[in-house]
């Protein structure tokens, strides 16, 4: 445990960001996950779910937990797959 009053902050502050960080990560994790559930059912599902899966992951972006770059080779990705089905 740090002794001095800064680093203590520190140590509270980190765990907060880390336990939102997280919790915004699940939240993209299982958006994908419904995403590839609702592909397996048709691609009616697919197609709607793609956006809210895709607006999971541009939140994740706005609080700075996953990288514009990652971000958008996700969603490419995922809406690859989609086109997959609908070819």
């Known amino acids: 445990m740090p002794n001095i009053k800064s680093a203590m ?7 907060t960001k880390n336990l ?3 919790m915004v990560k699940t939240g993209v994790k299982t958006a ?3 995403f ?3 592909l397996n059912e ?3 599902p697919a197609s709607a779910q793609l956006s809210a899966t895709t607006s999971a992951i541009d939140k994740a972006v706005s609080k700075g937990v996953m990288h514009k770059n990652t971000a958008n080779r996700k969603k490419a990705r995922l809406a690859k797959a989609l ?3 609908n070819a």
Do not use: D, I
């Open 9 to 15: 902050k520190r140590v509270k502050v980190s765990k």
């Open 20 to 22: 939102r960080n997280r």
């Open 32 to 34: 994908v996950k419904k």
């Open 36 to 38: 590839q559930v609702a």
């Open 42 to 44: 048709g691609v009616a």
């Open 83 to 85: 086109n997959k089905v």
